[in-house]
């Protein structure tokens, strides 16, 4: 499969493998990221980690990596296009056909964006397994440290092997750095992918630290409590119920740390209480803001709207939410809506100090994901409890939801206008939970079951013979 490999601000890009040469390119921003010393370009795979400072820096460049693809917010990101992909974002414009393909599920396998999801975390994936490597083999970083940073690299890729497998089902899971083996490398059942993450998260929980201390206290780098809230929601997914509630509740009861915001306008500031892990911009505010937030009369930078169908999920008018999180501005005489869960828009506001940072994971998922999993157990109590916080916060009632049908129907709604355009969330929920033909099978015209997952990028399947095609494609 394909990887850019950035050298000296230039991208090689290198066809059919993932492969460990012998320098390994470290991405790093600045040193304000954490005061670890200046920035690293190119170390040989031995220095890298010779010692715990450099090792460190490695481990930050994988970050840094992180934040600039899809998981970064920009307009190739994640939380973006799988918005198109549900019913939460409309395109508005005709001049991106790659933009166009996701609005109309009418994917083709040339796809630009789909490409870049696909080869951005497996550009993950092959740092993590460099790194996971290096400090296995490595005499001169601390025990402690090793730990720590062998954790992190494991989170990360868990991280990136759950997208990829919800995004592509059946994926090719690589572990290591071998040229030979990654080139011809098959997609494995999505079973034995999520077997991996399991693996990696728990190994990472019992790695990290519980606080934020390696990252100077702000919430940036990924800790034992990121990595079970991550297993939290990927037994969620796979309906381990017992299991999804249990780890949601240990990250919900460190209150110490985390606690759902009372003011939404706080949520998405850097290092919030809400905040489980936050990516965090080296030179203006989270891309979230530039990327949608319109501007009032400018025709040039309207690309899309927020839905009619998020809109009218609200079941209140007065929903805090609706007022503190969705926004409108006036082009050319038309309201258009736009998220504004971060309210920053670096094109207008270039100087402002950098207050707002790229949410990956918050508290308030967490009850939801134990509101579900409790529902799902026959908690009904428990379930009614957990959706009541969230609903408080936004200025409701408590639910009138008092069976299991009626407090799924229920959770589905309130992640619906809770995590509206973060993450896939609305996108990955359809499918997880069999509701995805029944809610876009009205809504999109040609709709087809087979549209729910992306396909291979074609450039990866004309370099692999072993890489075979999703189906409809």
Request: hydrophobic residues 35%; negative net charge.
């Amino acid at each position: 499969m394909g990887v850019f490999i950035k050298r000296k601000d230039k991208y090689t890009m290198v066809l059919g493998k993932i492969f460990l040469t012998s320098s390994l390119i470290i991405f790093c921003s600045c040193e304000e990221f954490l005061e670890v010393g200046s920035p690293t370009t190119e170390i040989s795979n031995e220095d890298v980690f010779s010692s715990d400072e450099s090792a460190e820096r490695a481990i930050i460049g994988l970050y840094t990596e992180v934040y600039s693809g899809p998981a970064g917010g920009a307009s190739s990101s994640i939380s973006y296009l799988s918005s198109f992909s549900s019913d939460e974002l409309h395109y508005l414009q005709t001049n991106n056909l790659y933009w166009i393909e996701f609005n109309t599920n009418s994917l083709s396998t040339d796809n630009r964006d789909v490409y870049s999801i696909w080869q951005k975390f497996y550009q993950y994936i092959f740092y993590a397994n460099a790194a996971l490597k290096g400090l296995n083999n490595s005499s001169g970083v601390s025990e402690a440290l090793k730990a720590q940073l062998t954790g992190e690299a494991k989170c990360i890729r868990a991280f990136s092997y759950f997208y990829l497998v919800n995004l592509y089902g059946d994926v090719p899971l690589i572990l290591s750095t071998d040229p030979q083996e990654n080139r011809i490398a098959s997609r494995m059942p999505k079973d034995e992918v999520y077997e991996q993450i399991i693996l990696d998260l728990e190994e990472a929980i019992d790695l990290l630290p519980e606080d934020y201390s390696h990252a100077n206290q702000e919430k940036i780098r990924v800790n034992k409590y990121v990595a079970s809230a991550l297993l939290a929601r990927t037994h969620l997914y796979l309906q381990n119920w017992d299991k999804a509630e249990s780890l949601a509740s240990t990250v919900i009861n460190n209150d110490l740390v985390y606690g759902i915001e009372p003011d939404l306008n706080d949520v998405f500031l850097g290092n919030s209480k809400e905040t489980i892990w936050q990516l965090k911009p080296d030179i203006q505010n989270a891309f979230e803001g530039l990327t949608f937030i319109i501007i009032p009369g400018s025709t040039t930078l309207l690309r899309q709207e927020l839905s009619g169908e998020v809109l009218e999920a609200f079941e209140s008018e007065d929903d805090k939410r609706l007022l503190n999180w969705v926004s409108s501005s006036d082009v050319d005489g038309t309201e258009y809506y736009y998220p504004f869960k971060y309210k920053i828009h670096n094109n207008v506001d270039r100087d402002v100090p950098i207050t707002e940072y790229s949410m990956v994971l918050r508290l308030a998922e967490q009850y939801l994901i134990r509101a579900e999993a409790r529902a799902q157990q026959g908690n009904v109590t428990g379930a009614q409890a957990d959706l009541n916080v969230i609903r408080n916060r936004a200025g409701l009632e408590n639910t009138t939801a008092n069976d299991q049908a009626s407090l799924l129907a229920a959770i589905e709604q309130e992640r619906f206008v809770e995590l509206f355009t973060e993450w896939g969330h609305r996108w990955l929920d359809l499918k997880r939970t069999g509701r995805i033909d029944a809610v876009l099978g009205t809504l999109k015209t040609d709709w087809q079951p087979a549209d729910a997952l992306y396909p291979i990028p074609q450039s990866e399947v004309d370099v692999n013979a072993n890489l075979t095609q999703n189906p409809g494609y």
